[in-house]
């Protein structure tokens, strides 16, 4: 099944992903469709796993959303992000990124040939640093499908015997009680392993991510270096950071 969507599809999973849930009454006065377009495109959502339809409506699914779907949504953001993240890096460094499309945006951003190492356990992430030439480590392990990412024993034991300047890691979502969480439990030991071992550790996030939980949480606000995002937080989130005494980046 084709993952591939139209504009006003990408708009509902934004706002699903911003909100939580939405009405087909709500829709109705975004774009200028009928009922049964907006149910058609609520149905090839949910299809897709991204959505579960409600009676009028539909709700987030909480359920880890394939990577090539996810690659569609908010690229623009993810594309800053990723932009941000690359400023951060300094000739010389080895930096780890892990699995995800924000993530995929540090890859593309690198310049071709940048003099750093970099670890990761995503397969798409080492293509990309394949292609600039860039010396790439690819920890091994158990191929999660919904990140082409590796996880499991191998993957932690391999993190947990190296040492890098800064770790860059995405995120299912960030709350004020459960912190850094991510759908997978594998990909959750990487990143809390990835952030022990790293001076520096930055979450790469863009806005959708404020408010949102996931089953498995990873770190709190204050165990990592900086957040990095697409947007501007509310002025709540700038509280909390500055109480957490964690850097806020966003463009």
């Known amino acids: 099944m084709s993952a591939r969507m139209n504009e006003r599809q990408k708009q509902i999973v934004n706002l699903l992903q911003s909100v939580g849930e939405v009405k087909i009454t709500e829709l109705k006065e975004m774009f200028p469709v009928t009922d049964m377009t907006l149910r058609r495109d609520l149905e090839k959502l949910e299809q897709h796993g991204m959505l579960r339809r409600t009676y009028g409506g539909a709700i987030l699914n909480s359920k880890e959303l394939a990577l090539p779907v996810r690659s569609t949504v908010n690229m623009p953001g993810k594309e800053r992000v990723g932009q941000i993240a690359v400023s951060l890096v300094n000739p010389g460094e080895s930096i780890f990124i892990d699995s995800g499309s924000t993530t995929l945006q540090i ?114 606000l204050d165990e990592v270096h900086a957040v990095i995002t697409n947007e501007q937080p509310s002025e709540e989130w700038k509280a909390a950071f500055r109480e957490a005494e964690v850097e806020i980046r966003y463009s």
Request: proline share 3%; glycine share 8%; no cysteine.
């Open 107 to 220: 890859a593309r951003a690198l310049p071709d040939k940048a003099p750093i190492t970099v670890v990761t356990n995503a397969i798409h992430v080492a293509a990309e640093l394949s292609e600039k030439q860039i010396p790439t480590v690819v920890i091994g392990g158990v191929l999660l499908e919904t990140t082409n990412g590796m996880g499991g024993t191998v993957a932690t034991e391999s993190i947990s015997r190296m040492a890098f300047d800064k770790a860059f890691l995405g995120t299912t979502g960030l709350s004020r009680l459960h912190g850094f969480s991510n759908a997978n439990m594998l990909e959750a030991e990487i990143k809390r392993v990835a952030i022990s071992r790293a001076s520096e550790s930055y979450i790469v996030m863009d806005n959708t991510k404020f408010d949102h939980s996931a089953l498995f949480s990873f770190a709190k």
